[in-house]
């Protein structure tokens, strides 16, 4: 029998809203877990910009809000990217070894992303041109996809006012 | 109560399906209260719509086969491999990988445990293992939604 998939009211855990059930969950009864949207939380993984770009320069950064009339969000949001840079690495420059459990940084703005090294493993023979950069790249990447979710996810912006209201 | 959900034309936004966050009006709120909207602001592309963050299926879906969401690939070092994932995803897709922990730091020698997607095609990219010890990434793949360089 086919089951209730989607609700537009009144549901007796939620209240009114929009609720969209997975597979063979029953949006009426089942659990919050099984559904696939649902307005009575607080947030959701609305994605509000998003892109591919081939590459974004070191010391650049890449707007996502560019496009239209798109607003600033007023906080800095959860990016979630992919790019050329995906798993980890160790590397040995002569009395350096550095580990990074990814390559792939990223420096968000409530408005760009941009592809940022941590800075260079300094040796105590340390000279202006030893150590490793994090992304043996400088700052720049290829291949970047990202999704931008109206999800707040900075220091200071993870509050009740953004979360709760 | 506040409205909370729009079938029609909004005035910000036009004509779509629109859901607003708890306790905001759905005809009037700002951008950031909507919890669903099929308008984005593009100019000239209005309703290419963000949709929602999901993950869409790399077999199965059809019929009584249930939906597999994940897959992994094992690659020899410096090797390719090929997943795939549904036609739905078209060419536009994130495909996002992780594997075991890195094995072999710290013990005076280059380990890269990096890994690349590339080629990607309407059912399957090309995957290359950058490292030199054979990996097992496993994906999931999410739709990008737009065929604009930005969205």
Same mark, same amino acid.
């Given at each position: 029998?086919?089951? &209730?998939?989607?609700?537009?009211? =009144?549901?007796?855990?939620?209240?009114?809203?929009?609720?969209?059930? !997975?597979?063979?969950? =029953?949006?009426?009864?089942?659990?919050?877990?099984?559904?696939?949207?649902?307005?009575?939380?607080?947030?959701?993984?609305?994605?509000?910009?998003?892109?591919?770009?081939?590459?974004?320069?070191?010391?650049?950064?890449?707007?996502?809000?560019?496009?239209?009339? !798109?607003? &600033?969000?007023?906080?800095?949001?959860?990016?979630?990217?992919?790019?050329? !840079?995906?798993?980890?690495?160790?590397?040995?420059?002569?009395?350096?070894?550095?580990?990074?459990?990814?390559?792939?940084?990223?420096?968000?703005?409530?408005?760009?992303?941009?592809? !940022?090294?941590?800075?260079?493993?300094?040796?105590?023979?340390?000279?202006?041109?030893?150590?490793?950069? =994090?992304?043996?790249?400088?700052?720049?990447?290829? &291949?970047?996809?990202?999704?931008?979710?109206?999800?707040?996810?900075?220091?200071?912006?993870?509050?009740?006012? &953004?979360?709760?209201? | 109560?506040?409205?909370?959900?729009? #079938?029609?034309?909004?005035?910000?936004?036009?004509?779509?399906?629109?859901?607003? +966050?708890?306790?905001?009006?759905?005809?009037?709120?700002?951008?950031?209260?909507?919890?669903?909207?099929?308008?984005?602001?593009?100019?000239?592309?209005?309703?290419?719509?963000?949709?929602?963050?999901?993950?869409?299926?790399?077999?199965?879906?059809?019929?009584?086969?249930?939906?597999?969401?994940?897959?992994?690939?094992?690659?020899?070092?410096?090797?390719?491999?090929?997943?795939?994932?549904?036609? #739905?995803?078209?060419?536009?897709?994130?495909?996002?990988?992780?594997?075991?922990?890195?094995?072999?730091?710290?013990?005076?020698?280059?380990?890269?445990?990096?890994?690349?997607?590339?080629?990607?095609?309407?059912?399957?990219?090309?995957?290359?293992?950058?490292?030199?010890?054979? +990996?097992?990434?496993?994906?999931?793949?999410?739709?990008?939604?737009?065929?604009?360089?930005?969205?």
């Amino acid at each position: 029998m086919a089951t &209730n998939r989607v609700l537009a009211g =009144n549901r007796s855990t939620g209240g009114y809203g929009l609720y969209v059930s !997975k597979a063979n969950s =029953n949006v009426l009864t089942c659990d919050r877990k099984e559904l696939l949207f649902d307005s009575s939380q607080k947030r959701g993984g609305e994605v509000y910009a998003g892109g591919s770009q081939s590459s974004i320069g070191g010391t650049s950064s890449q707007s996502f809000l560019s496009t239209g009339t !798109k607003d &600033n969000l007023g906080y800095i949001p959860l990016v979630i990217w992919t790019e050329d !840079k995906r798993g980890e690495f160790a590397e040995v420059d002569g009395d350096d070894e550095i580990y990074r459990e990814r390559q792939d940084f990223i420096e968000t703005t409530t408005s760009t992303i941009a592809p !940022k090294t941590l800075g260079i493993q300094i040796s105590p023979s340390y000279t202006a041109d030893s150590g490793i950069d =994090n992304r043996d790249s400088g700052e720049s990447c290829t &291949n970047i996809k990202f999704m931008v979710l109206k999800i707040p996810c900075a220091y200071g912006y993870m509050t009740s006012a &953004n979360f709760d209201t | 109560m506040a409205n909370r959900v729009l #079938i029609g034309n909004r005035a910000t936004g036009g004509y779509g399906l629109y859901v607003s +966050r708890l306790t905001s009006d759905v005809l009037t709120c700002a951008s950031d209260k909507l919890l669903f909207s099929t308008n984005h602001g593009e100019t000239g592309s209005n309703f290419v719509t963000g949709g929602h963050f999901q993950a869409v299926p790399v077999s199965g879906g059809t019929g009584t086969n249930a939906p597999v969401t994940s897959q992994t690939t094992t690659i020899a070092a410096s090797g390719t491999g090929t997943p795939s994932y549904q036609d #739905i995803a078209s060419t536009q897709i994130m495909l996002w990988g992780s594997s075991p922990a890195l094995t072999g730091a710290g013990e005076g020698s280059n380990v890269n445990q990096t890994y690349t997607y590339s080629s990607l095609g309407s059912t399957s990219a090309t995957l290359t293992n950058n490292g030199n010890a054979s +990996r097992t990434i496993r994906s999931v793949t999410f739709n990008l939604l737009s065929t604009s360089a930005l969205f």
